[in-house]
């Protein structure tokens, strides 16, 4: 199964919503979702802050808080709860695209690569301008 993981974003929904719908309010959310859904992966999942590895249609309540604040200590954790989050979904994950900053995948890769699981990330070193570019380039504008 290949997976992709996309990362919460700042603007989000001010009500209770589904995770698919919550960060609809930020461009690159909503490209980087047209994105995935136009390739081929067999789910995407999002990365959040709060909550860690959330199903799409799975409802939140909004919130205020980033990885990019948070101490090494709290980021190792909330890599913990992913990854146990991630095991919990109990289905076999072959290979995850990481849509999301380097705090959020920092403590995530070395150790599902470790447990044999590819870890690519196709947008690295691209600022938020380029990942924009490159989704507009890279998606059609079907639906």
């Known amino acids: ?9 700042k603007l989000k ?22 994105y ?7 789910n995407w999942f999002v990365l959040s802050a709060k909550y860690g590895l959330l199903r799409q249609q799975e409802q939140i309540d909004p919130y205020e808080l980033t990885l990019n604040n948070m101490k090494v200590s709290e980021r190792k954790e909330w890599s913990k709860l992913v990854l146990e989050q ?5 289905v076999d ?9 380097a705090k959020y995948r920092e403590y995530l890769i070395p150790v599902l690569e ?13 600022g938020i301008g380029e990942q ?12």
């Open 132 to 143: 924009l570019q490159f989704y507009s380039l890279n998606t059609s504008n079907i639906g």
């Open 36 to 42: 995935i859904e136009q390739k081929d992966y067999d």
């Open 13 to 34: 929904a001010d009500y209770p919503c589904i995770a698919r719908e919550m960060y609809q309010n930020s461009t690159l959310f909503k490209k980087a979702v047209k």
């Open 86 to 90: 991630i095991e919990n979904l109990h």
């Open 93 to 101: 994950i072959a290979e995850i695209d990481f849509y999301a900053g």
């Open 114 to 126: 470790h447990k044999g699981i590819k870890c690519n990330v196709p947008l690295e070193g691209k």
């Open 1 to 9: 199964m290949k997976v992709a993981l996309v990362s919460c974003t």
